[in-house]
């Protein structure tokens, strides 16, 4: 899979995600350009939305949580969002942002550095297993196939 195509799939991911809150809070919008702190505000709470799409949690288990891209801070240590809704081939999470990193500190889990396929920077991040992030998410959705 290339950049172009994650980014793709990212995109439906958050327009499927803006659409469901949209249902509850008809203001919500999505985030436009390029540096932004989330993807989705929602004024009626004054919150933010980030989206995340994993194409392989599927297939190994695992979430994939970036903390660090090309040396600086970045994904779960510079986010500004209240939630992370977590997108997989099978099933979306919505996390408490702070209950993410209070997960992430008490749990030490393994973490991977090397450059992404398609990327060109090299990243750092976090390696869930899916039931623990399941376990700590306020809702948890199955994607009918």
Known sequence: ?????????GMIAEQRILFKVQGRYPLAFQMQGKVKAFDIFVPEVMRGIE????????RTG???IEYECDG???GI???????????????EYWVLVEALR???EQ?????????????VTVVR???????????ISEGVFNYEN
């Open 51 to 58: 989206v995340k799409n994993d194409s392989k949690a599927h």
């Open 1 to 9: 899979m290339t950049f172009e195509d994650d980014l793709a799939t």
């Open 102 to 104: 209070g997960h992430i």
């Open 77 to 91: 240590t510079t986010t500004l969002a209240h939630t992370w809704v977590y997108c997989t081939k099978e099933k």
């Open 125 to 135: 991040a976090y390696i869930i297993p899916s039931s623990e992030v399941e376990a």
């Open 72 to 74: 600086s801070g970045s």
């Open 62 to 64: 695992n979430v994939f």
């Open 107 to 119: 749990s030490k889990p393994r973490t991977w550095c090397n450059q992404p396929e398609g990327a």
